[in-house]
């Protein structure tokens, strides 16, 4: 399994191509002009931000306070600029997984691409080449910075309808709520 790594890159953002209620997810790492993006699912970039907040959190609350973590992002290390163009997809994300190194005091996160061979039974082709995976390691400033940015892009999206919480189209929104197609108790 290839594994595409980034130890302390110069840049390491969620994004998107495109308008929304029809954007594309990425995931972008940049360490000078070596740029790797890798497309996943809006609820994924939600969950991995989440997810780094906890996990910083928790090894804060576990060291007592004295672990070189922020509570918050440090000023001047959030990114609102686009990703970076061209967005070239590397492959689809279908598994990701977090990690706290104490030796090094560092968040790694791993994205691994969607493996086929989960959604079919039948025997893997042993001379099939198996899914890469792209390996970022971050300090828990630089983590801060891409949960906060990550949650905001989530929150960014088509508003929600305020009876039912279908997102809302700019040409309209057909309600289930107004038209009748929810079921009664």
Known sequence: MPVISYDLPDRFVAGTVGQPGDRVFYLQARDGARVTSVSLEKFQVGLLAERLEELLDEVLRRSGGSAPIPAVTPEGMG?????????????????????????????????????????????????????????????????????????KLVAAGRPPCPLCGLPLDSSGHVCPRQNGHLKTI
């Open 79 to 151: 990114d609102d600029s686009p990703l970076d163009q061209p967005v070239e997809e590397e492959f689809r994300v279908g598994a990701m997984a977090l990690a706290w190194d104490p030796e090094e005091e560092r968040v790694i996160v791993e994205a691994a691409e969607n493996d086929p061979t989960l959604l079919d039974p039948e025997e893997p082709d042993p001379d099939e080449e198996e899914g890469s995976t792209l390996r970022v390691s971050l300090t828990a400033a630089q983590a801060r910075a891409f949960a906060e940015r990550a949650l």
